[in-house]
């Protein structure tokens, strides 16, 4: 499971980011966190000629009060939205969200403005969005536009974004706190975080109106409906069978324009490659070079774009600890530190990690940092078979380095995007627990 060849652009500001999607059209792909784009890849359901990163693009990152508002830049981090104590004060709701969004390996990279941009009906963003008021900022060749969320999401992976825009920020207004603060205070007020193994709702109850939002994986389209009178969710236009062009254009979302005969964008030389698009190609030169520190070390190296970061560090350095698995970021045994953070490294191109700060397994073995805690695995026989135990000492040692003391509960909800195959979670548990205690005596 890897991805077709593609370019790749690192544009260091909006206008070039524009430029380069006015330039590739529907066959360029803009990347932000990357945690639903690179599972699509890596299936080869998405095959795009060109991928735009605008990790490196200044001024998207803030979050910040404006006016009569709490502006959050389209590159703000999940696990930037559930810490911050602007979005705690002054949009709860979000805060109370963001832990339900995946796992936190996933939430280190995932962003608000990739989870508006696709739109999924499953996610917590768009939910929270709708029942917020909040407004979506893009940017485009026309200029910049505001799209209320009610407007924004038309369907299920379907918005009002046009094929040039780049979501730049979301704007929650000071209105739809102050109800959302009203609902949580009053007698039998609702305000659910949305769970990810169910349909969910999210809802606020003002003294003036009442709305319930319901994204659903089941639903034709996220709906902004009146609570009262009750409605049965399978009738009309938002029956999960939905209209057949609808559900058409939603299969398509990935591989839009999959048979595509336009020509190659000019300027550059291209080859042909095994891409299933028509005319996906990539540059002669299909390697980009790239510097950062490896377990301490610094080194360079010229990289194909489509590399993961997982099999850069198996096949360049032979550091396997870090293991292949799922691929599309769910088992976690491909865990790595990027810059500090425990990440996915299937989910993660090399190219992205240019100028960063990447530890494996062995590099944190060879430190000493966590020999206690390895040590506790095999007193605990927390071993098992191995396949999945780099990954979880690494989650486990990211664990102890934020909560000194965690509970086993806390424990299992940080290890619970680490598959154990072995079903072996009671002692691995517990040789956390074990460490932590050990290190609280120490």
Same mark, same amino acid.
């Not at 299933?276 to 990539?282: D, E, G, T």
């Not at 000194?404 to 979670?425: F, H, K, M, V």
């Given at each position: 499971?890897?991805?077709?060849?593609?370019?790749?652009?690192?544009?260091?500001?909006?206008?070039?980011?524009?430029?380069?999607?006015?330039?590739?059209?529907?066959?360029?792909?803009?990347?932000?966190?990357?945690?639903?784009?690179?599972?699509?890849?890596?299936?080869?359901?998405?095959?795009?000629?060109?991928?735009?990163?605008?990790?490196?693009?200044?001024?998207?990152?803030?979050?910040?009060?404006?006016?009569?508002?709490?502006?959050?830049?389209?590159?703000?981090?999940?696990?930037?939205?559930?810490?911050?104590?602007?979005?705690?004060?002054?949009?709860?709701?979000?805060?109370?969200?963001?832990?339900?969004?995946?796992?936190?390996?996933?939430?280190?990279?995932?962003?608000?403005?990739?989870?508006?941009?696709?739109?999924?009906?499953?996610?917590?963003?768009?939910?929270?969005?709708?029942?917020?008021?909040?407004?979506?900022?893009?940017?485009?060749?026309?200029?910049?536009?505001?799209?209320?969320?009610?407007?924004?999401?038309?369907?299920?992976?379907?918005?009002?974004?046009?094929?040039?825009?780049?979501?730049?920020?979301?704007?929650?207004?000071?209105?739809?706190?102050?109800?959302?603060?009203?609902?949580?205070?009053?007698?039998?007020?609702?305000?659910?975080?949305?769970?990810?193994?169910?349909?969910?709702?999210?809802?606020?109850?003002?003294?003036?109106?009442?709305? %319930?939002?319901?994204?659903? &994986?089941?639903? *034709?389209?996220? !709906?902004? $409906?009146?609570? @009262? =009178?009750? +409605?049965?969710?399978?009738?009309?236009?938002?029956?999960?069978?939905?209209?057949?062009?609808?559900?058409?254009?939603?299969?398509?979302?990935?591989?839009?324009?999959?048979?595509?005969?336009?020509?190659?964008?000019?300027?550059?030389?291209?080859?042909?490659?095994?891409?299933?698009?028509?005319?996906? %190609?990539?540059?002669?030169? &299909?390697?980009? *070079?790239?510097? !950062?520190? $490896?377990?301490? @070390? =610094?080194? +360079?190296?010229?990289?194909?774009?489509?590399?993961?970061?997982?099999?850069?560090?198996?096949?360049?350095?032979?550091?396997?600890?870090?293991?292949?698995?799922?691929?599309?970021?769910?088992?976690?045994?491909?865990?790595?530190?990027?810059?500090?953070?425990?990440?996915?490294?299937?989910?993660?191109?090399?190219?992205?990690?240019?100028?960063?700060?990447?530890?494996?397994?062995?590099?944190?073995? @060879?430190?000493?940092?966590?020999?206690?805690?390895?040590?506790?695995?095999?007193?605990?026989?927390?071993?098992?078979?191995?396949?999945?135990?780099?990954?979880?000492?690494?989650?486990?040692?990211?664990?102890?380095?934020?909560?000194?003391?965690?509970?086993?509960?806390?424990?299992?909800?940080?290890?619970?995007?680490?598959?154990?195959?072995?079903?072996?979670?009671?002692?691995?548990?517990?040789?956390?627990?074990?460490?932590?205690?050990?290190?609280?005596?120490?």
């Amino acid at each position: 499971m890897k991805p077709a060849p593609f370019a790749y652009h690192r544009p260091t500001s909006l206008d070039e980011a524009l430029a380069l999607l006015a330039r590739y059209g529907p066959d360029g792909r803009v990347l932000a966190g990357g945690q639903s784009l690179m599972p699509a890849l890596n299936m080869r359901l998405a095959t795009p000629a060109a991928l735009i990163d605008i990790n490196r693009v200044p001024g998207l990152d803030g979050i910040a009060v404006e006016g009569d508002a709490l502006v959050i830049g389209a590159l703000a981090r999940h696990d930037a939205l559930e810490h911050s104590a602007l979005v705690a004060r002054h949009a709860p709701l979000i805060a109370q969200a963001m832990p339900h969004v995946g796992h936190r390996a996933i939430r280190a990279r995932g962003t608000l403005g990739g989870s508006v941009a696709l739109a999924d009906p499953a996610a917590e963003l768009p939910a929270c969005l709708l029942a917020l008021d909040a407004v979506v900022h893009a940017a485009g060749p026309e200029g910049a536009r505001e799209i209320p969320a009610a407007r924004f999401f038309r369907g299920i992976y379907i918005t009002a974004l046009r094929e040039e825009e780049i979501v730049t920020a979301v704007a929650v207004p000071w209105r739809a706190q102050a109800g959302a603060r009203a609902s949580m205070s009053s007698p039998g007020a609702t305000a659910t975080a949305p769970s990810s193994a169910s349909p969910r709702t999210v809802a606020w109850t003002t003294a003036s109106s009442a709305r %319930r939002v319901l994204p659903s &994986a089941a639903s *034709a389209r996220c !709906l902004c $409906v009146p609570r @009262a =009178p009750r +409605r049965p969710w399978s009738a009309g236009p938002s029956s999960p069978t939905g209209p057949p062009k609808r559900r058409a254009h939603s299969r398509a979302i990935w591989t839009r324009r999959a048979t595509s005969t336009r020509a190659p964008p000019s300027g550059d030389t291209w080859r042909a490659c095994s891409s299933p698009v028509a005319w996906a %190609r990539c540059s002669v030169d &299909a390697t980009v *070079a790239i510097s !950062l520190t $490896v377990n301490g @070390a =610094p080194v +360079r190296r010229r990289v194909e774009p489509r590399q993961s970061l997982v099999d850069f560090l198996r096949y360049e350095f032979e550091l396997t600890g870090s293991h292949v698995g799922c691929e599309h970021g769910v088992c976690g045994a491909c865990s790595v530190r990027v810059d500090g953070a425990v990440l996915r490294g299937c989910l993660m191109l090399a190219v992205q990690c240019d100028g960063s700060r990447v530890e494996t397994v062995e590099g944190v073995a @060879a430190t000493g940092e966590a020999r206690d805690l390895q040590q506790a695995f095999a007193v605990e026989n927390a071993l098992q078979c191995g396949f999945c135990t780099p990954g979880i000492l690494l989650t486990a040692q990211d664990v102890l380095a934020r909560r000194p003391d965690p509970s086993p509960e806390e424990i299992r909800e940080a290890l619970s995007g680490n598959y154990c195959r072995c079903t072996g979670y009671h002692a691995i548990v517990a040789a956390v627990r074990r460490t932590a205690e050990a290190r609280a005596r120490a």
